[in-house]
């Protein structure tokens, strides 16, 4: 898509578009996972596990695919 953008009402549905259009984009794809960690273990703490599978949409996703020559755009 050149010179133009999709608006979706839900991330859900932004993120099948993103999907449909990486594969159809030629190339291998590479897989991001960002960091986590825990400075304290306590008794009733949510798992990182769990926390991984969240989707807030002020975040990225955990596991970010990405492929060489795709547009990429992250508002931080």
Do not use: W
Not at 38 to 58: F, M
């Amino acid at each position: 898509m050149v010179g133009g953008g999709i608006l979706t009402p839900k991330n859900a549905d932004k993120d099948a578009l993103t999907d449909q259009a990486l594969r159809r984009f030629p190339g291998q794809e590479v897989f991001l996972l960002s960091a986590d960690s825990v400075e304290e273990q306590q008794s009733g703490a949510v798992p990182v596990e769990y926390l991984d599978t969240l989707l807030p949409s002020e975040l990225l996703p955990h596991r970010l695919t990405l492929k060489i020559g795709a547009q990429c755009a992250s508002c931080c």
